[in-house]
C-alpha cells in the first residue's frame, strides 16, 4: 500500500519527442506527487508537483496528468532534448506524514 | 540559491567502523532528513528530524543508526557499525516551510569495504 509502481525502466526517445512516465499508487491517503530529476552524481531535483485536486499541471516542456479516479499520475515531455536525458522519479506523500515514498525511476536517454 | 550542502561526498571505510556523514541544511528550513540510494536503485527515506527529535523513522534505521543536530546548523547521520550493504548514497534534505518543496543535497557516497 505504501508503494509507487513506477515504468518504463527505461526510454529512449528521439530529439524533438514526447518523453511519457507512469506511475501508480494504491494508498489514497497520499496527497502530495512531486516528480525529481536526478543527473549522475548528484540529488535529486525537483521538476513539477500536483496535488489530487488537480488533473492537470504543465510547467514549460513539463506536465503532469493526474487521474485520481485510477490512481495514476504520468509525466509528459514535451519536445524531448538532449539535456532532458537523466533518471526521474515519481513520488508521493502521505497527508499524515512528512517522508516521500519514490518510485523506482526511469532512465531517460534522449539522442539528437 | 541556498543549497543543502554535504560532507564528505565520498567516504570509504572498513565494515565495521563508525561513519559520521554531515549536512548544513538550508537556513531558515526546520525539517530535516535522511534518505539513502543504493546504487542503481529506488531513493528510500531514512528518517525525518524536527525540532530537535526524530519525528518519523523507516524500518531500514535501525539501532546502528542516529541524527544530531549538534550546533544548530549541522546535521549529521551516524552509522555506528557499517555493514558492506550499508554502501550506498545518502541524501540529506530539507523541506521550505513556504512551498513545501523538499530540498536535496548533492549526497554523500558510503562504500563500506
Known amino acids: 500500500q505504501q508503494q509507487v509502481k513506477q515504468s518504463p525502466q527505461s526510454l529512449i526517445v528521439q530529439k524533438g519527442g514526447i518523453s511519457i512516465i507512469n506511475c501508480a499508487y494504491e494508498?489514497?491517503?497520499?496527497?502530495?506527487f512531486p516528480w525529481y530529476q536526478q543527473f549522475p552524481g548528484k540529488g535529486p531535483a525537483l521538476l513539477i508537483a500536483?496535488?489530487?485536486?488537480?488533473s492537470e499541471k504543465k510547467e514549460g516542456r513539463f506536465t503532469i496528468s493526474f487521474n485520481k479516479s485510477a490512481k495514476q499520475f504520468s509525466l509528459h515531455i514535451m519536445d524531448s532534448q538532449p539535456g532532458d536525458s537523466a533518471t526521474y522519479f515519481c513520488?508521493?506523500?502521505?497527508?499524515?506524514?512528512?517522508?516521500?515514498?519514490f518510485g523506482t525511476g526511469t532512465r531517460l536517454q534522449v539522442f539528437p | 540559491e541556498p543549497e543543502v550542502t554535504q560532507t564528505p561526498s565520498h567516504q570509504v571505510t572498513q565494515m565495521g567502523q563508525e561513519v559520521i556523514l554531515r549536512c548544513v541544511p538550508i537556513?531558515?528550513?526546520?525539517?530535516f532528513y535522511w534518505y539513502r540510494q543504493i546504487l542503481g536503485q529506488k531513493v528510500e527515506f531514512l528518517v525525518s528530524?524536527?525540532?530537535?527529535?526524530?519525528?518519523?523513522k523507516s524500518e531500514i534505521f535501525d539501532d546502528q543508526f542516529s541524527v544530531e543536530r549538534p550546533d544548530g546548523s549541522n546535521f549529521t547521520l551516524k552509522i555506528r557499525s557499517t555493514k558492506l550493504e550499508d554502501s550506498a548514497m545518502y541524501f540529506c534534505?530539507?523541506?521550505?516551510?513556504?512551498?513545501?518543496?523538499?530540498?536535496f543535497g548533492e549526497g554523500s557516497r558510503l562504500t563500506v569495504l
Open positions: 513520488a508521493a506523500r502521505h497527508g499524515g506524514t512528512d517522508k516521500l515514498i
Open positions: 494508498n489514497t491517503a497520499f496527497d502530495y
Open positions: 500536483i496535488r489530487p485536486d488537480v
Open positions: 537556513s531558515n528550513h526546520l525539517y
Open positions: 528530524f524536527y525540532n530537535n527529535e526524530i519525528s518519523e
Open positions: 534534505a530539507s523541506v521550505s516551510q513556504l512551498t513545501g518543496e523538499l530540498f
